[in-house]
């Protein structure tokens, strides 16, 4: 057994030397083994000895030295992870008094859900039933592969029989991103000044990499409260991004545009993301439709033709034909809409670039064509000065309820680049003034304005960053993400919540079970590719970096660290900002080229670049913006006074 486990143990001790080299380390919540034991009981009932001997645990899979006895119906011993995790449970049998003793677990993300009875769930209409192990006699136990359970911080352990059982050595294996040898091994970093924005860079790569999943354990679709399985095959390969850790667990690629940049500026494991785009071609319309929900693509062609039927006359594509048009879950999508059609115009611009990038240029005059309408078109009929920002469609009035006004869509209009200049200031400005402190900025277009979703918001962080106001985008990250998302008592405090209330509730309104909602949800993790791409200023314009941007916009924050990594090399930032100016250094791979473009106080007088083959001086007055383009790779040194 010795000889056995002895490379099982020197491969551990590799990655956590190799951890000890990825900076800020101690901010990383994935464990640096997937044997997970319990840190701290939360709360005991009935008849229950030495519950403190359920934190000692072992890999052994053996008894420990110390039992925790359970005597009577109903006993139990609910235990405390610190954090959300997922896996299987493991325990030991030491001691049975009688021959029909069980052994229950239930699972809950929240505490609001911790119950002897039943777990959270993973359905509409009721809970999930415990997991149980009957007529156990001495020996080691573990759940099946259908079994584990996808997203959990509190394992309850429940006896139900009138006689007596002694177990130990409960333990889990972490089973998220199995595609990794070592969870905590990141290529990427994030670290301010700001220590709840650290917390929330890190908790949203943590909250994707629950999210990756073993492809063979795809939800469930049962009746609820029959048992829950994790038994439908969703994709190929090692592992699949998944919409939600505990429940969802299918491929849902609106949520890739949010989970996918996050997880690739952190722990940048990629597979998850291609397995589950993969699983989508599989499932193409011969008109080019691609289910909303799924397993792969088919021509790009057909996939852009499709949106293009749509559009009339007025410039802009009708989306109430659609009948089958499903969206993240907000309603009234129909007309001329301007989230659809924002998405579309960005589309359409990406579909050029990538057209080049294939020297496929047949349909460039088209796509060209029709996404200049696009613009045209949504600023001329659906623009409401009277508010500042866009209405849903061309079917409402101006001056109509807040409703009317959506958020997706005018963060959209703003990414998109439909919205530009002062337009797209006042849609900031206009979408900040709508917060609810201390939850969020709603999505007034989902459940008549009672939800906020952190997947809409995620792209919010993106409108104000685009239109100059960093500091909004901070701060929404600070109260709604850290201190709410985050340090919420109902939270999980290491993972994000895919929606809730406007009025604080923990409860998603988009559904009618309240334990449904999950608490791991790699759409609410904007802040993780966010804070890199635009606090740190660090973007890449083609594949793989090959081009490059460097234009950071710390707002109030005094020093951002980030970098990641591409096949190409490592792309690095430091800056720090102080009341004498800007100053930092960014360092990228040698066979690039790119551009630094850095935002100016007011009365920035000069600019020094220093970079591995000159020193350029830019004298500043009356600049808003410092720019020098095509300088090739290597590291620089940037001081602003």
Not at 268 to 297: M, T
Not at 505 to 529: C, E, K, M
Request: overall charge negative; aromatic content about 12%; hydrophobic content about 40%.
């Amino acid at each position: 057994m010795r000889f056995q486990r002895g490379p099982i143990y020197l491969q551990w001790a590799l990655f956590a030397s190799a951890a000890a080299d990825i900076p800020y380390q101690e901010y990383i919540l994935a464990p640096t083994t997937r044997i997970l034991s319990p840190v701290s009981i939360y709360q005991t009932a009935g008849d229950v000895q030495n519950a403190a001997a359920l934190l000692n645990s072992n890999e052994l899979g053996v008894q420990c030295n110390r039992s925790t006895t359970f005597s009577g119906n109903g006993s139990y011993v609910t235990l405390d992870f610190g954090k959300n995790i997922a896996g299987g449970v493991s325990f030991h049998v030491d001691a049975v008094s009688g021959s029909n003793d069980s052994i229950g677990f239930t699972f809950s993300e929240s505490s609001m859900y911790i119950s002897a009875q039943y777990c959270d769930a993973v359905q509409n209409g009721a809970f999930d039933l415990p997991q149980w192990f009957n007529d156990t006699t001495p020996g080691h136990y573990k759940t099946g592969h259908n079994f584990q359970r996808g997203a959990f911080r509190y394992l309850t352990v429940v006896h139900n029989s009138t006689a007596s059982i002694s177990i130990s050595n409960v333990t889990v294996y972490w089973a998220a991103s199995p595609e990794m040898a070592n969870p905590a091994a990141y290529t990427g970093y994030f670290h301010s000044d700001n220590e709840k924005l650290n917390r929330v860079w890190y908790a949203g790569a943590y909250t994707n990499q629950i999210c990756s999943a073993d492809p063979t354990t795809g939800v469930s679709l049962g009746a609820p409260f029959a048992g829950w399985y994790y038994n439908y095959t969703i994709a190929n390969g090692s592992s699949v991004l998944l919409d939600g850790g505990k429940r969802d667990r299918i491929v849902w690629p609106g949520d890739i545009v949010i989970s996918g940049p996050s997880i690739f500026v952190s722990t940048n494991s990629l597979e998850p993301i291609q397995n589950a785009i993969d699983s989508l071609f599989l499932y193409q319309e011969e008109d080019g439709r691609l289910p909303y929900a799924g397993i792969p693509l088919g021509a790009i062609q057909a996939w852009d033709e499709l949106p293009l039927q749509f559009i009339d006359s007025s410039g802009l594509a009708n989306v109430s034909t659609l009948s089958t048009l499903s969206d993240w879950g907000r309603g009234g999508m129909s007309g001329h809409n301007i989230e659809a059609n924002s998405i579309l115009f960005y589309t359409l611009n990406n579909a050029l670039k990538l057209a080049a990038v294939m020297n496929d240029t047949s349909d460039f005059s088209n796509w060209t064509l029709s996404a200049a309408s696009i613009t045209t078109a949504a600023n001329n009929l659906l623009w409401d000065d009277s508010v500042s920002l866009y209405r849903d469609n061309d079917t409402i009035t101006n001056g109509a309820s807040a409703t009317s006004y959506p958020q997706d869509g005018n963060s959209w209009a703003v990414i998109s680049g439909i919205a530009k200049g002062e337009r797209a200031v006042a849609i900031s400005d206009a979408l900040k003034a709508r917060w609810i402190r201390p939850y969020g900025a709603p999505a007034v277009e989902a459940n008549d304005g009672d939800t906020i979703s952190p997947f809409a918001t995620g792209f919010e962080l993106q409108a104000h960053f685009m239109a100059g106001h960093p500091d909004y985008a901070l701060d929404l990250m600070e109260f709604m993400w850290a201190d709410y998302m985050l340090d919420n008592l109902n939270m999980t405090n290491s993972t994000f919540i895919e929606g809730f209330g406007r009025d604080g509730t923990p409860l998603y309104p988009v559904y009618n079970n309240d334990p449904r909602v999950s608490h791991a949800h790699g759409w609410s993790t904007a802040p993780t590719s966010t804070l890199t791409f635009y606090a740190g200023g660090l973007t890449m314009t083609s594949a793989a970096g090959e081009t490059w941007k460097v234009s950071p916009a710390l707002g109030g924050l005094k020093t951002v660290d980030a970098s990641y990594e591409t096949p190409l090399g490592s792309f690095v930032v430091s800056w720090k900002n102080n009341t004498s100016g800007l100053s930092g250094t960014f360092e990228v791979p040698n066979s690039t080229t790119g551009e630094v473009s850095i935002p100016l106080a007011i009365g920035s007088k000069r600019m020094v670049l220093e970079g591995p083959k000159s020193v350029q001086e830019i004298q500043l007055d009356g600049l808003s913006t410092a720019t020098v383009h095509g300088l090739v790779g290597g590291k620089y040194t940037v001081t602003v006074v």
